[in-house]
């Protein structure tokens, strides 16, 4: 079975300064991975998804991830971080080849806060 | 904001009472979803809609009962729920296929029982 964790609830950077929300994961084979952002009461918007080639993904608003399949990484990065940046993060993740299986298995989400 | 659109927005129930939550999609999509999204839990996908057939129901309560009428409407119906139940109620819609398709979600239902 596939899982995926984000092992930080919550992640507080500064205006302007890098942001990395971290993601790793566990499937057999090589996966699809995904990134969604949750605004308060609203639904998840699609940030970004890693298929194949380029480790380096890049996304909307300025996101981008980098999948590193040693250490089942696929972390979010932004260079610079927006207050509006703040909201809660999801990592998702589906195998490649799961025949009728085409749902998504999330993380438990990390809530980014970035302060003025 | 999104091609899919949820309704109501926000929904408060008594455990006696029966509701239904809606949801549509205008992507074209032949792949629809329920999830429920707890505060400090991870999402849980309640149901799959594939070309209309349920293709997977993970162990939820027979409390919540969906209907797919066709790709572009999924509804929720409700009755007898607990507290517990309490959540935001998400829908999403995909294609269907082996590709990488993401999922585009709805803004939700918050649903409170009382």
């Known amino acids: 079975a596939q899982s995926v964790a984000q ?5 507080n950077v500064a205006e302007g300064n890098p942001l990395t929300v971290k993601c790793t994961y566990s499937v057999s084979g090589n996966p699809y991975l995904f990134w969604y952002v949750q605004y308060p009461n609203r639904g998840l918007q ?3 998804k890693y298929i194949t080639g ?11 991830a980098e999948f590193n399949k040693s250490q089942t990484s696929f972390h979010l990065k932004k260079p610079s971080a927006l207050v509006s940046d703040s909201a809660l993060y999801f990592c998702a993740v589906r195998p490649r080849h799961s025949g009728s299986a085409r749902q998504l298995t999330f993380g438990s989400g990390t809530q980014l806060t970035v302060l003025p | 904001e999104t ?7 926000h929904l408060v129930m008594g455990m006696t009472n ?8 205008h992507l074209g999509h032949n792949a629809m979803y ?3 999204q707890s ?5 849980e996908l309640m149901f799959v809609y594939n070309f209309k057939e349920q293709t997977e129901n993970n162990s939820v309560p027979s409390r919540f009962s969906p209907e797919c009428p066709n790709s572009s409407h999924l509804f929720l119906h ?14 999403a819609s995909s294609p269907i296929g082996q590709g990488a398709y993401e999922q585009y979600f709805g803004p939700g239902t918050r649903l409170t029982v009382t």
């Open chain 1, 7 to 11: 092992p930080e609830d919550q992640v």
């Open chain 1, 46 to 48: 699609f940030l970004l």
């Open chain 1, 54 to 64: 380029d480790n380096l993904v890049k996304g909307s608003y300025g996101f981008e």
């Open chain 2, 3 to 9: 091609g899919v659109t949820q309704t109501p927005r």
């Open chain 2, 18 to 25: 029966k509701k239904s939550l809606k949801c549509e999609q």
């Open chain 2, 34 to 36: 329920w999830y429920k």
């Open chain 2, 39 to 43: 505060a400090k839990k991870p999402l």
């Open chain 2, 78 to 91: 409700l009755h007898t729920l607990q507290p517990e139940d309490s959540a935001l109620y998400l829908c």
